[in-house]
T-cell receptor, first 116, second 115 residues
Framework: KAGVTQTPRYLIKTRGQQVTLSCSPI?????VSWYQQTPGQGLQFLFE???????NKGNFPGRFSGRQFSNSRSEMNVSTLELGDSALYLC???????????????FGPGTRLTVL | AQTVTQSQPEMSVQEAETVTLSCTYD???????LFWYKQPPSRQMILVIR??????QNATENRFSVNFQKAAKSFSLKISDSQLGDAAMYFC????????????FGAGTRLTVKP
């Protein structure tokens, strides 16, 4: 089975621009979570989508948004980019992720975003 | 809120030796899941091992094993017969079944393996 894929792998943007990152989960997985990884803050949870609905959200401003399509692929969008948004953005998928699920999250290779 | 603490920013081990990485967590829940993930220089997060809190038996995956002390809220990772390919950042993570897929990660421990 193919693993979680993320595109693009690298991205350079300037302040004020917006960006869209894409994540394709493992076939059959319905839950997709997004994380931001920075040297200063470590790994932080952004949000989670399940069956095209945002089910959980971390403590990030509204500039960070996402969506999930019927095929479980997910996109995250960051508007009005700031220098502090420079980070590795990781996507993880799990089979179900329903309450009480014992699913394990499997991560993609990440998208490295640099904001100049 | 649950927090995960990894008190060792860096660790070093000689090839073929054994090393233990520490992790403690804070929670008021009785049912949860714990994970160790490895992140090599490629940045791909790879699951190393997982432990369900309701299981008393410590999880084992080949050369990797955990020492899960529920009362002490401790979850250490032991790597036996260390190999050069084990060099990576290791993250301890906590997941609550009531907070779907919101995993809390520790700050990580950078493991160096010396030949």
């Amino acid at each position: 089975k193919a693993g979680v894929t993320q595109t693009p792998r690298y991205l350079i943007k300037t302040r004020g621009q917006q960006v869209t990152l894409s994540c394709s989960p493992i076939s059959g997985h319905r839950s997709v979570s997004w994380y931001q990884q920075t040297p200063g803050q470590g790994l932080q949870f952004l949000f989670e989508y399940f069956s095209e609905t945002q089910r959980n959200k971390g403590n990030f401003p509204g500039r960070f948004s996402g969506r999930q399509f019927s095929n479980s692929r997910s996109e995250m969008n960051v508007s009005t980019l700031e220098l502090g948004d420079s980070a590795l953005y990781l996507c993880a998928s799990s089979l179900d992720g329903s309450s009480g699920s014992t699913d394990t999250q499997y991560f993609g290779p990440g998208t490295r975003l640099t904001v100049l | 809120a649950q927090t995960v603490t990894q008190s060792q920013p860096e660790m070093s081990v000689q090839e073929a030796e054994t090393v233990t990485l520490s992790c403690t967590y804070d929670t008021s829940e009785s049912d949860y899941y714990l994970f160790w993930y490895k992140q090599p220089p490629s940045r791909q997060m790879i699951l190393v091992i997982r432990q369900e809190a309701y299981k008393q038996q410590n999880a084992t995956e080949n050369r990797f094993s955990v020492n899960f002390q529920k009362a002490a809220k401790s979850f250490s990772l032991k790597i036996s017969d260390s190999q050069l390919g084990d060099a990576a950042m290791y993250f301890c993570a906590y997941r609550s079944p009531r907070n779907n897929n919101d995993m809390r990660f520790g700050a990580g421990t950078r493991l160096t393996v010396k030949p």
